[in-house]
């Protein structure tokens, strides 16, 4: 069986769920570029739990969690089947490496989730499930917890962590959409991680909040942030960026693939 990646999604805007562009074009080139799956864990930032959960739902619902958007993206489902069977495996990976997990019965997906996925995997015929994040937790915390999962890539499963490379929602431009600039603080800190990659500083990107550029403005909170540690921890380095630029200028839409070439 091939040993998969694992992956980091900036995952943008729900309304990527009913746009083409540039972003949602390399989401479906990434999809067709990979081995396929035999099963997805997705670890989306849109799921915050005081530990880590994940879900055993054998039909996850398809959650629309937002407000005040046009109404054909609430129309929009991805009816995957769910994969109890790796959230228990995901269980047990993460209770043996010393991580109390739970189970969550019925939890569905996300728009973190299913915005990519629907992207990647439109015919929505890979069984997923989900993995909560911890924002309150360190990102040596979030490693672990993709060190732990690690094994995973070699039984057919690709993890994928769904969050934003830059996340600000505060400071939004909202005119200037796909493929415009960026706020120079917001590029300052993109070329951090990027370049930080590239040189293996895992001890510095682990420490971010202290040596990286306007860290607290790039991640006013942790949560879009913590997938980009687990999908690092699960895959490793070397990583392979996917340079998508900005939207609305303080939204990073950088994806990364991580581990070695197989």
Not at 77 to 84: L, N, S
């Amino acid at each position: 069986m091939t040993t998969l990646p694992s992956l980091f999604i900036s995952h943008g805007a729900p309304t990527l769920a009913v746009e083409e562009n540039a972003f949602t074009q390399a989401w479906g080139e990434l999809g067709r570029a990979l081995p396929r799956p035999e099963t997805i864990l997705m670890v989306s930032a849109h799921w915050d739990t005081p530990s880590p959960a994940v879900s055993a739902a054998p039909q996850p619902r398809t959650i629309h969690d937002f407000h005040g958007f046009p109404g054909e993206l609430y129309e929009v489902r991805y009816p995957a089947p769910g994969a109890p069977e790796l959230a228990q495996r995901v269980h047990a990976l993460l209770t043996a490496a010393g991580v109390p997990c739970d189970i969550d019965p019925a939890r569905g997906l996300d728009h973190g989730a299913w915005v990519p996925l629907n992207r990647m995997y439109p015919d929505a015929d890979i069984p997923v499930t989900q993995l909560s994040v911890q924002s309150q937790l360190p990102p040596s915390h979030h490693h672990a917890m993709g060190q732990a999962l690690a094994p995973l890539r070699a039984e057919g499963v690709l993890v994928i962590g769904s969050g934003g490379i830059v996340h600000n929602l505060r400071d939004l431009d909202w005119m200037n959409r796909a493929g415009g600039g960026a706020f120079e603080w917001a590029k300052a800190f993109n070329d951090w991680i990027a370049q930080r990659l590239e040189a293996g500083a895992l001890a510095e990107l682990l420490d971010y909040r202290r040596g990286a550029p306007q860290p607290a403005r790039a991640h006013p909170t942790e949560d879009h942030f913590d997938p980009f540690f687990v999908a690092l921890g699960a895959g490793g380095l070397p990583a392979r960026r996917l340079d998508l630029g900005f939207d609305m200028g303080s939204l990073g839409m950088d994806c990364y693939i991580f581990g070695p070439e197989k």
